[in-house]
């Protein structure tokens, strides 16, 4: 099973990509911590997928919950 990571203020800066869509007001934390994209859907939470030539960590977003920005779901999104 792989380790699951959900993104939060304090480990933000770990994932490159995440942190710029934050910096460019792309995603934002709702009430309760939860990194989400403007249209409602939360960021999914990363896991490890290899380490690069250099041994760094590589990461993909796994998403459990996830609608389309034009859905009614999107629509209908009230932000905690």
Known sequence: MME???IDSD???YFSKIDKLFGDGKVKFDAHGRLRYLHGAPVGDMIFVRNDK??????REIAEEWFDPESQKARDFKWP
């Open 4 to 6: 699951k990571i959900r």
């Open 54 to 59: 250099n041994g760094n960590p590589i990461y």
């Open 11 to 13: 480990n933000i800066k």
